[in-house]
């Protein structure tokens, strides 16, 4: 059964770090490109960044640039997401997601396979 297991979301005042986790099962995601997505209560799912199968191509969401930083090891099978400088607009369920080859994309339809998703709550 193939899955993504997203982890590491908590509560977190402004200015913190989190560093989230999505380990892959039932397959391996070293062909697969891995995006990072966010949806705040109310509002859209946004593509917050991506990841390339070889981890040299990346891509940030404008307002998380110089803040967050997508990573993976393959030979863990997992992809971190490390999470400085948050603010209460980061607040939101974040979700991995994985798309077999490399696709340069934001677009959640072109996913195929999701985590259920991380709790992150950015408060004082």
């Known amino acids: 059964q193939l899955q993504l297991v997203e982890s590491g979301g908590g509560l977190v005042q402004p200015g913190g770090s989190l560093r989230l986790s999505c380990a892959a099962s039932?397959?391996?995601?070293?062909?697969?490109?891995i995006g990072w997505f966010r949806q705040a209560p109310g509002q859209e799912r946004e593509g917050v960044t991506y990841?390339?199968?070889?981890?040299?191509?990346?891509y940030y969401l404008d307002s998380v640039k110089g803040r967050f930083t997508i990573s993976r090891d393959n030979a863990k099978n997992t992809v971190y997401l490390q999470m400085n400088s948050l603010n209460p607009e980061d607040t939101g369920v974040y979700y991995c997601?994985?798309?077999?080859?490399?696709?340069?994309?934001?677009?959640?339809?072109?996913?195929?396979?999701w985590g259920q998703g991380t709790q992150v709550t950015v408060s004082s």
């Open positions: 990841i390339n199968s070889s981890g040299g191509r990346t």
């Open positions: 997601a994985a798309v077999r080859g490399w696709k340069a994309t934001m677009k959640g339809s072109e996913y195929e396979h």
């Open positions: 039932g397959f391996t995601l070293d062909d697969y490109t």
